[in-house]
């Protein structure tokens, strides 16, 4: 059996001031622990790399931008202190797209589920297809959308939030999540997402530097208590996933796929 937790990666490009992050991984682009953290550190690398100007985050595939943590990861939790790790792969996400100085543009090709909601939610200005639609499903696997929460909720509101959160198993189209303000736009196709993502980059890059950076630590103003926030709440689905109601409602989700 292949261990889908060693597949993957995370690539970097970087050109006329525009630095893509792009992340992969053949099982609908979800993210085990070695990639979020690769991922994390090329975010946070490139808060000083001079010749980044602007950051673009996209995922390979046509219709799944991420369908979140690594299911194969989440089964083999056996311990708090593994399970707490588990659930810190994304809350080290967010906080480096948080902390990183350069503004952050999210390139959403399709759908997103749990910790993918996440990373949209991290960058600072969200683009995607008519496709994108959203879930948090971690409810139905006997946890909750603890670790993103905070991030989504930032953008959603918690009115939104809590609708995401506890239909843990509906979609929420791309013209909601619009409608919500976690997308400030959505095209028919991704050749013309791309379009629009280029143009804002390429307007982005040549700003500057310095007033991106301020407006940037203005906006996230409120979000400094993060780092410990979120560490708590890996801490509560680090907790929750080792109850037998989760390890029953994991195998029952196991079954079916």
């Not at 893509?20 to 085990?32: G, I, K, Q, Y």
């Not at 990639?35 to 950051?55: Q, R, W, Y």
């Not at 593994?82 to 810190?88: A, C, E, K, V």
């Not at 303000?181 to 280029?198: C, F, H, K, P």
Request: proline share 2%; net charge negative.
């Amino acid at each position: 059996m292949e261990d889908n937790t060693q597949l993957g990666s995370v690539s970097l490009t970087i050109q006329d001031g525009i630095a893509t992050v792009t992340f992969e991984h053949p099982a609908h682009n979800s993210m085990p622990g070695n990639l979020l953290a690769k991922l994390a550190d090329t975010i946070t690398g490139l808060g000083t790399n001079e010749a980044a100007k602007v950051i673009v985050l996209k995922s390979s595939g046509d219709r799944t931008f991420c369908a979140g943590a690594s299911f194969d990861e989440l089964m083999s939790i056996e311990d708090f202190d593994i399970g707490h790790t588990f659930f810190m792969g994304f809350a080290n996400v967010i906080n480096a797209c948080r902390k990183c100085p350069k503004l952050i543009i999210g390139r959403v090709q399709g759908k997103a589920v749990g910790g993918g909601v996440g990373l949209a939610s991290a960058t600072d200005y969200c683009l995607a297809t008519k496709f994108a639609a959203v879930k948090l499903s971690e409810l139905a696997v006997g946890i909750g959308p603890f670790v993103v929460g905070p991030a989504v909720e930032r953008k959603i509101g918690n009115s939104a939030m809590t609708q995401l959160a506890f239909d843990a198993t509906s979609w929420k189209t791309a013209e909601w999540a619009t409608q919500k303000g976690l997308y400030a736009n959505i095209y028919d196709s991704t050749e013309l997402l791309d379009e629009a993502v280029l143009t804002l980059a390429t307007k982005l890059a040549d700003s500057n530097p310095e007033a991106m950076s301020e407006m940037k630590k203005a906006f996230w103003s409120g979000t400094e208590n993060w780092d410990d926030l979120l560490s708590e709440r890996a801490a509560i689905s680090g907790k929750l996933v080792l109850s037998a109601y989760t390890k029953n409602a994991i195998a029952k989700f196991k079954s079916k796929t």
